[in-house]
C-alpha cells in the first residue's frame, strides 16, 4: 500500500513540473491579434509597415547572470588553489516573441529570439 501511495505522490509532482508549449506554426492563418494580446497582454514593442503588416514583440524572459564559484563540484573544504576563490559569471539574454499579423488581423508568421 505504502508503494501505491509514493507512486501516485510522485506521478503528481512529476505531473505538475510539465510546462506546456504553444506550437506557433499551427496557429498560423487562425490566431488572431485580438487573441494575441488577450492572451499574452499588450506587446512590449509594436509597428505598423507600409503594407499593412503590424509586428509585435513580446519579452518571455529576462536577461540575467549567473554567478557561481569555482570549483563548483568540489565539495566543503574541496577547494585546491589561491587563497581568493575565483567566479564565473554567465550572462543569459532577453528572450523575445515576435508575431506579424496581416491586415485581416491574423498570424502570419512567427520568430522566438535572443538578444
Known sequence: ???IVLALLASLLFTGCV??????????????????????????????????????????????VIVAPEPYFLGPG????????????????DYFLRLTFGPDGKLRSWKQFAK
Open 1 to 3: 500500500m505504502k508503494r
Open 19 to 64: 510546462t506546456q508549449t504553444v506550437d506557433w506554426q499551427a496557429r498560423v492563418g487562425q490566431y488572431t491579434r485580438d487573441q494575441a494580446i488577450t492572451e499574452l497582454g499588450p506587446p512590449d514593442k509594436s509597428a505598423r509597415l507600409s503594407d499593412g503588416l503590424i509586428v509585435d514583440e513580446w519579452l518571455t524572459q529576462r536577461s540575467h
Open 78 to 93: 574541496g577547494y585546491v588553489g589561491p587563497d581568493t576563490p575565483a567566479y564565473t559569471e554567465t550572462y543569459v539574454p
